[in-house]
Structure formats: C-alpha cells, structure tokens
C-alpha cells in the first residue's frame, strides 16, 4: 500500500474528501458545537458553504439542488435541535424522492444514551423519513460510509440518507484511503424491466380503445420526458400528469390532460375514471391522485412501471406490474407500440375539454391568483418555478403551463408549507444565472422568510411572488365546503408589511393591490439585480376549483 494511502487525516477531513471525490460543489448548513470539527476541515475546503437561518432551511435548499440539477444536494447541522431542526426538510425530500444527503454532528460516544448537552437520537427520529441512515461508531468507516450514502441517495428510488457522527469520532485519526467499489449487501436496485412483461404492456396498448397515460414524479427523476413524448405521440395516448409529474410532458400538448387527481381538471379525471388502460409510470398512488380506492378507475387494465417494487401493488393492484428504470423500459416499450385507433376516445376527451374548461372569476376588478400566474406565464423564459404550498400551488398547477423538466418544482407528499423559498435559493445556487420564481401564499411565506436574508447575501436571482390573502387559504376553504362555511383559525390580520419586511432582509419589494399593476410590476422584478418580493393583495373569495367532494375522481365541486 503507498504512503499516500497511509496518510493520517481527522474523521472530519476524510469525509470531506469523500464529498469532493463525490463532486460535492456547495453544502447548506448551520454550524453548532458536536459538528464544529467538520466546519474546521470545511474551511480549508474547496466546497463552498452557505449559511442557513434555520436547519430546516438548509434541508430544504438541498432539496431544491437536488430536484433543478439531478444532482445531490447536501445539508448539515449539529446535534440536537440542528438535527431535528433538518427533519422536516429530510421527511419532505423522503415523499417526494429527492437525492439529498444529510449530515448532523452528534455527542461524543462517551455521552450517547446519557441525555447529555444537545443529545438525541436523530437515527432512530429519522428511520421513517430516510431511505437509510448511519450513525458513525467507528472512525475507520467514514469514508466507506459517506460513498455509500451517495450511492444510495442517487441510485434506484432516490431519497436522503442521514449520516450522524459523534463529535470525537470527526476528532479522530485515521489513515485515510479512498474506499472502493460500493458493494452493498442486499441492495441491488433492479432496473432492466422483464421483456415479457414489457411486450404484455405493448399487446395490451395495442388492444386497448380508450388509453390514458398517468405521469408521475418518477419520470422526472430519470430524465425520462422525452421517452414520454415519443410514446404518447407515437400512439396518440393522452397523458396526464400527477402534481410530482408536472412538467415530464409538455402542458401545452394537444395530448396533455392536465393534472389529475384530487384538484385535477374535470376532463383529466373523466378520462382515468373511463379508461379502459392506464399506463401509469413513477406514479405511487396517493389518495390525492385516486381519490376513494374502492372507485378509482374500475374499467380499467392498468400497467405500472415503478423503480421501487414496495410501491407496485401497494394501493392499486396492477394488471401487468414491470418494476425497473422507467427511461429504459419506455425506450424498450416505444418499439413493440404502434398507432392506436384512438380519434373517437380522443373527440370524447376534446368535447370533455370544451366542456369543462378550468375557469376562474376574472370579470371584475378584484386581484386574483390565476390571473397573476397567467400574466406570469406569458412572459416566461426559461425559469425554474417553485411553489410553497396551498391554493396557489394548485392554481400554479393549472396555470403556468410552460413547465418543463425539472423546472417546476413543489411539495407534493408531504405539503411542506415554507418549503418555497429555501427551495428556491437551492435552485438558484445550482443553476447560477437561472431566474426562479418562488409562487408564495402569505402564510407558507412566514414560516421560512428569513431564508430571505441569504438570497440577499448572495444576490440571487429569487423572485417571490406572494398572494397575500390574508387567510389560510386552503384551510379556509376547506372549512366553508366541508365544516358549513366555520372558519376558524384560519384568519391572518394582514398586519406584516412585505414591503418592509423584504427590504428590511436587503432584498428588492413591490406592492400590487390592482391589476393594472400587476404586468409593470412583474417586469420591474425581473429586471432588477438580486432577490426581489412582490406582495399581490388577492382576493380571499376565490375558490381553487376544480375539487373533489364525493366518493370518486368525477364528484365535483
């Protein structure tokens, strides 16, 4: 063995290799005294590091990394409240399948199950929202360690693992060699399709008279957008999308049906709920994508193709289940298909569509959130947009219909409110130059808008758009259509000025209360250098519709 390889080097230091070897460019982090060993050998380090203002922040920024480059995004924090601080950041990577790598500093082993100074178990916490996690016991296997969780945060379904190290661990010395070929026991994520069940989906498409493909965010993880077009072109099939797929099939397609589900649009959810073949790819299932189970699609044979083999079968039951890489097994797919005599499916689907057009109130003077987002759209370039979560996430669903891969980017399982900005600044971070758009509601806003402060420091392109309603607007409207119109709780004073609360944070702000401002106000936040935050007084009164309110996808309000 060389002497380079017996080099003796910190715990800390040999992590930190790893991450570069890993190609590891910027870590979002906030220091803390069980980590402080690694934020040492960071200093020296060619990985930039950028300060959070709160852990769950930087879990999040990983995130937004993560989904806009196809990358691993990477976040630290130290034990205790950093640690748990991260969880939610972490559980929200976890339902939606984002390669993020989490690292957290721990007390020194002596101290461990001794309820010592920022002591706790984030192992056992995060068991449930991480794909694996470690907890460093011995110094020896850190570099081992960390080029394991690269691998599995970015191979097979992809999700956030946790390394959790004891401050002297990160303290020791060891003679530090690059670890080898990953060689997991038990993990051998498959991803060649069966041929057979691959030529039963292409006989089955081929036989089928009213087709529907479901796209979801497992598309977008293997770049398997244009494999999508080809088939559905190639076939005439009419794709929709989950709220994960937005952006795998192009919105403006005569073939696109929008995005199905629970506030998908009528003729998305006419065409599933009568289909008699449902190619469903990367799609898990959720309620909010099939409603009721007991009604979902009852007329049709449905094929699922899934990286993960736990998430075939485990809500719907498929006809021909085909687990492996969805790009591949499209490519394989698009060779056995071949033009369907689909035009009188398709003239149904037209006449849906006519019909039922998605519509909002915009015959009046009052500031409206579709309204916005359909300015937006218009002068789009080539944006990567973010959504917190709430009404405004659902209308921007609908209505900025020029999303491309990994250029829409939201909290689809989990609904991580504050997710947005930090998520936004990730994005930013990874694709330096790139305007991102962050679509806010005010109270998603508030929960992380001191993460404002960094897209300041950095002078990233970040714009918030915030559809200041004064209310949960969700929560509200669930309450007046499901509790009889009992709001409560849901009220917010609109006693925070945005205006002043941005510029306070250095960044740029506006404020639009009618809509002859809102196009001049656009253009001057697009136009300007660093962040900006654009405060829009929307109405309160405007329902996110369509919504589901009975026993099947065609039960509307």
């Known amino acids: 063995m060389s002497a380079a390889k017996k080099e003796k080097i910190s715990s800390a230091r040999a992590a930190i290799r790893v991450l570069e070897s890993e ?66 950041g972490i559980a929200t990577a976890y339902m939606d399948s984002s390669s993020v790598i989490a690292i957290t500093g721990q007390v020194s082993r002596n101290l461990i199950g001794n309820d010592a100074f920022q002591e706790v178990d984030i192992t056992g916490i995060t068991i449930p929202v991480t794909k694996h996690n470690y907890l460093v016991s011995d110094a020896r296997d850190i570099p081992r360690v960390f080029r394991e969780a690269f691998h599995l945060a970015r191979t097979g379904r992809k999700g956030p693992v946790l390394v959790d190290i004891p401050k002297d661990v990160l303290l020791e010395q060891i003679a530090f060699q690059e670890p080898g070929t990953i060689n997991m026991e038990g993990y051998r994520p498959n991803i060649q399709g069966h041929k057979r069940q691959i030529l039963k989906a292409a006989e089955a498409i081929r036989c089928a008279k009213q087709p529907v493909i479901i796209a979801g965010g497992g598309v977008l993880s293997v770049e398997a957008s244009d494999e999508l077009l080809a088939i559905a072109e190639k076939a005439g099939i009419p794709v929709a999308t989950t709220l994960m797929g937005k952006g795998a099939f192009p919105g403006e397609h005569p073939l696109s049906l929008g995005m199905t589900g629970y506030h998908g649009t009528r003729y998305a959810n006419y065409a599933v709920q009568n289909a008699d073949l449902i190619l469903a790819l990367g799609v898990r299932f959720g309620d909010r994508t099939t409603g009721p189970l007991n009604t979902f699609a009852q007329h049709a044979r449905i094929i699922h193709v899934d990286i993960d083999p736990a998430e075939i079968g485990k809500n719907i039951r498929p006809s021909i289940p085909i687990q492996g890489d969805i790009k591949q097994i499209l490519t394989q797919l698009l060779e056995g298909v071949s033009p369907g005599n689909y035009d009188e499916w398709r003239r149904r689907i037209d006449q849906w569509k006519a019909e039922h057009p998605l519509c909002y109130n915009g015959g009046n003077d009052k500031l409206r959130t579709p309204y916005i987002i359909e300015e937006l759209q218009r002068m789009a370039g080539d944006w990567i947009v973010v959504t917190e979560v709430g009404r405004h996430q659902i209308w921007a669903s609908h209505y900025f219909r020029k999303a491309a891969p990994r250029r829409f980017i939201t909290s689809g399982g989990l609904g991580t409110m504050g997710f947005g900005l930090p998520a936004a600044i990730g994005a930013a971070v990874g694709n330096p130059g790139k305007t991102v758009v962050n679509i806010a509601g005010d109270g998603s806003f508030m929960m992380t808008c001191q993460q404002l402060m960094v897209a300041s420091e950095l002078e990233l392109p970040v714009v918030t758009l915030i559809m200041d309603d004064r209310c949960l607007g969700m929560i509200r409207q669930l309450q007046e259509v499901f509790y009889d119109g009992r709001v409560y709780s849901a009220e917010l004073p609109g006693c925070v000025d945005f205006v002043q609360l941005a510029s306070a944070m250095g960044a740029r702000a506006i404020k639009v209360e009618r809509r002859d401002e809102v196009v001049p106000a656009l253009k001057k936040a697009f136009s300007g250098r660093g962040p900006c935050v654009v405060d829009f007084s929307v109405t309160a009164d405007e329902l996110v519709l369509p919504m589901v309110k009975g026993n099947s996808l065609e039960e509307f309000i």
């Open 23 to 88: 190609g590891v460019e910027v870590v979002f982090g906030y220091p803390g005294g069980a980590i402080l060993p690694f934020y040492d050998e960071l200093r020296t380090s060619s990985i930039r590091h950028i300060m959070v203002r709160h852990e769950q922040g930087a879990a999040h920024m990983a995130d937004g990394y993560a989904r806009s480059t196809g990358g691993v995004g990477v976040c630290v924090a130290t034990s205790g409240p950093g640690a748990t601080n991260l969880v939610t």
